[in-house]
């Protein structure tokens, strides 16, 4: 599915553009050292988030599309908007997904976050037909379990020695959502 557009109330979530606006502003992400501190990778400087959204372009063209990532944007900041995060669903195994999500760190703190969730399990439950929607969090992330909680996620265990990175293993907190339970909670 290309172009995805999700509206919430106070974001949408669109497909990235090569452009320089958007590579600066996934740098102003991933380049963050406290930003990056719990996703599963090393800060990123400039090129390599160039490079990051020219794959995901590429993925975005696959047939059947499985991984979508995804830019984020507030409406106050206008309708050419740079981005303020991503969101992630890359669809793994029969109608199951993990998601994920990254925002700019003077945006934390008002909620994005779980608006961005609502829209990922709005798009992934909805449009695309999904089952099962996962996430995986590492135990410290305590904003991150917050999020997943809030928007009925349910603790399904503790993944031990999930990833090993900066020289250490790392243990996640995996957290999922069933097609029926969104369903509910949605009314
Ligand atoms: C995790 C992240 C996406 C949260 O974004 P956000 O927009 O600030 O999240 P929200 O405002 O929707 O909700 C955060 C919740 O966690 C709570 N929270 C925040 N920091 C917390 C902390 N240190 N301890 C406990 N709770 C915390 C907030 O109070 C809020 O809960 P509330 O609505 O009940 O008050 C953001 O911090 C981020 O981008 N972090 C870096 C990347 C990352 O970790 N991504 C997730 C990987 S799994």
């Not at 993925?59 to 499985?66: K, L, M, V």
């Not at 503790?158 to 996640?172: C, F, T």
């Amino acid at each position: 599915m290309v172009p995805v557009q999700l509206t919430g109330p106070r974001l949408s979530i669109r497909e990235f553009q090569h452009t320089p606006g958007d590579v600066d502003a996934l740098h102003a992400v991933f380049g963050d050292t406290e930003t990056a501190r719990y996703l599963p990778f090393e800060p990123r400087d400039r090129e390599t988030c160039a490079d990051q959204i020219a794959i995901y372009l590429e993925e975005a063209q696959a047939e059947p599309r499985t991984v979508y990532r995804l830019a984020v944007t507030r409406h106050e900041d206008g309708e050419q908007a740079a981005p303020i995060g991503n969101a992630v669903l890359g669809v793994e195994g029969v109608r199951a997904a993990f998601v994920g999500y990254a925002l700019r760190r003077d945006t934390w703190g008002q909620g994005y976050a779980s608006e961005i969730t609502r829209l990922l399990c709005d798009f992934g439950f909805g449009a695309l037909g999904l089952h099962r929607l996962a996430a995986r969090v590492d135990p410290a992330n305590t904003a991150s379990s917050r999020v997943l909680t809030k928007a009925g996620f349910q603790l399904e265990g503790r993944i031990r020695h999930d990833l090993h990175l900066r020289g250490a293993w790392h243990d996640a907190l995996q957290y999922s959502l069933l097609e029926h339970e969104w369903t509910a909670a949605a009314g």
